[in-house]
């Protein structure tokens, strides 16, 4: 019996690594992230158009309905489906984006869409077995250009997360949702690094329960913002679940904000309430205490 086309769809988004990213957080990033009508925005990996959508709608508050020119929008997508459907879609005026078909990590910036006031997104995510041996871009490429030492055990949202940065434009603003491996992974280090270099101010939004329903993978939302102004310490918050998110009440918590600033550790530590960090970090001065990796090797 052959599949049925739900099932081909749904195959086809976990070879692409596809999550498509719920409506709330699209709307509340891409409300972050414009701010005046004359925005550009570009959405690198558009899918299910929950991005675009959502900037769509945010110009319209901004005023920007009746504008005649549609060059504020851009998308770029590699699997057919999905830009098929784009492509068939009916906008309202002055609200068609300029569609591209191609692998992100293949387009180089200025190639098929200017620099732009807002990178906003979700990429694939492929663990770095799929993603090398399917993808003739080798993640460390986009990454390299970069200057971002990325290896082939990175997933493919790293180098599509760095590559991103590169079509941002001075004092511009990026917004992505990323795996949580962002605040744990070793490979992540380099790029959190580069994120501070490139922006003057990088926050970093983790959920407490799970926001995707069809993936595993727990979610974080990363905001960096005026490129070109950095570098800058990190900021990390904490969000009970999607109902409560509020990214510019949280922004403007004070009390709900730890400045990471340079990091000796994986983000994840930042998840700790502060006395148990004190507590560690006293541990770690005491002399003859060991780390775990010094005495064994550690894996997952």
């Known amino acids: 019996m052959s599949p049925s086309p739900l099932d081909s769809a749904a195959a086809r988004q976990k070879e692409l690594g596809a999550f498509y990213t719920p409506a709330p957080i699209a709307k509340e990033l891409v409300t972050w992230a414009i701010r005046a009508a004359s925005d550009t925005v570009l959405d690198p990996s558009f899918g299910s158009l929950a991005f675009l959508d959502a900037a769509v709608a945010r110009f319209e508050t901004l005023g920007a309905r009746d504008a005649p020119d549609c060059r504020r929008l851009y998308g770029i ?86 590559h991103a940065v590169r079509f941002v434009a001075a004092g511009g603003r990026l917004a992505h949702v990323l795996p949580g491996q962002f605040l744990h992974a070793q490979y992540a280090q380099p790029v959190t690094e580069f994120l501070r270099r490139e922006f003057r101010r990088v926050a970093v939004i983790a ?31 904490s969000c009970r679940t999607l109902a409560e998110l509020d990214i510019g009440h949280l922004l403007r918590g004070r009390r709900q904000k730890r400045c990471a600033g340079e990091q000796r550790g994986k983000l994840l530590a930042e998840l700790l309430d502060a006395e148990t960090r004190s507590t560690y970090s006293r541990a770690e001065a005491i002399d003859g205490v060991s780390r775990l990796g010094d005495l064994a090797g550690v894996d997952i």
């Open 77 to 162: 997508e590699v699997d057919d489906h999905a830009f098929a459907a784009a492509a068939a879609r009916v906008w309202s005026r002055g609200a068609s984006p300029t569609l591209v078909h191609q692998d992100f990590l293949a387009v180089r910036p200025g190639e098929l869409v200017p620099a732009v006031d807002v990178v906003v997104g979700n990429p694939p995510y492929l663990r770095y077995q799929g993603f090398n041996a399917h993808n003739e871009c080798f993640p460390g490429l986009a990454a390299a250009a970069a200057s971002v030492p990325l290896t082939r055990l990175a997933s493919s949202w790293a180098p599509f997360l760095v």
């Open 207 to 237: 959920f407490e329960e799970r926001v995707f329903p069809s993936a595993q993978e727990e979610v974080v939302l990363v905001l960096a913002e005026d490129r070109g102004g950095g570098p800058s310490d990190l900021e990390f918050f």
